[in-house]
């Protein structure tokens, strides 16, 4: 198994253009999440997904989107980048009953200048 | 809301020295508890788990940790630290949202080895 990947593992941006983050998981994982880390300010959650078709926000979704079309793949959407939004962002996932336990990706890292 | 406090920015011990790391918790109910360890430009990974029963738990790379409900702490340890064990380490809660499990993570704590 793979578990979780990640693409790209680096990106640079300009301010306003956009940009997907893509994630896939082959555990088939019904729970997935994306989180943005920043230097000492541990991991915020900004979407999650329950199961294909389902989304919800979590703590600081402004400015990204979304969806889940299947099982294994849960992209991120970044529109209109800006400066704010250079982190660090990791793709986690995990099963329905797990209590919590997630698995991680190895993070894409995102500049926007 | 729940939260987690991890008191430590950053500790150096030495290769072989025991380590410590703490965490302190808010959280109403019976806490979901978690330790994961990131290594430099790599991922999180899940170090130990706390669910019920015993309260200290043991995880993988040598690491324990114990539950102290009066004192509302995780706290992380291992009796000698190897140079490999240089890293940063999150605390977490999970609390049960919408059908799911949302982890807080405490601002982590990195840890240096000096040889």
């Known amino acids: 198994n793979a578990g979780v990947t990640q693409t790209p593992k680096f990106r640079i941006l300009k301010i306003g253009q956009s940009m997907t983050l893509q994630c896939a998981q082959d555990?088939?994982?019904?729970?997935m999440y994306w989180y943005r880390q920043d230097p000492g300010m541990g991991l915020k959650l900004i979407y999650y997904?329950?199961?294909?078709?389902?989304?919800d926000k979590g703590e600081v979704p402004n400015g990204y989107n979304v969806s889940r079309s299947t099982t294994e793949d849960f992209p991120l959407r970044l529109e209109l980048a800006a400066p704010s939004q250079t982190s660090v962002y990791f793709c986690?996932?995990?099963?329905?009953?797990?209590?919590?336990?997630?698995?991680f990706g190895p993070g894409t890292r995102l500049t926007v200048l | 809301a729940q939260s987690v406090t991890q008191p430590d920015i950053h500790i150096t011990v030495s290769e072989g020295a025991s380590l410590e790391l703490r965490c302190n918790y808010s959280?109403?109910?019976?806490?979901?508890l978690f330790w994961y360890v990131q290594s430099p430009g790599q991922g999180l990974q899940l170090l130990l788990k706390?669910?019920?029963?015993?309260?200290l738990v043991q995880g993988i790379k040598g690491f324990e940790a114990e539950f102290k409900r009066s004192q509302s702490s995780f706290n992380l340890r291992k009796p000698s630290v190897h140079w490999s064990d240089a890293a940063e380490y999150f605390c977490?809660?999970?609390?049960?949202?919408?059908?799911?499990?949302?982890?807080?993570f405490g601002k982590g704590t990195k840890l240096s080895v000096i040889p």
């Open positions: 706390y669910f019920s029963g015993d309260t």
């Open positions: 959280y109403g109910a019976t806490p979901y």
């Open positions: 977490a809660v999970a609390q049960p949202s919408a059908g799911s499990y949302q982890l807080t």
């Open positions: 555990m088939n994982h019904n729970y």
């Open positions: 997904s329950v199961g294909a078709g389902i989304t």
């Open positions: 986690a996932s995990s099963y329905s009953n797990s209590q919590g336990e997630q698995f």
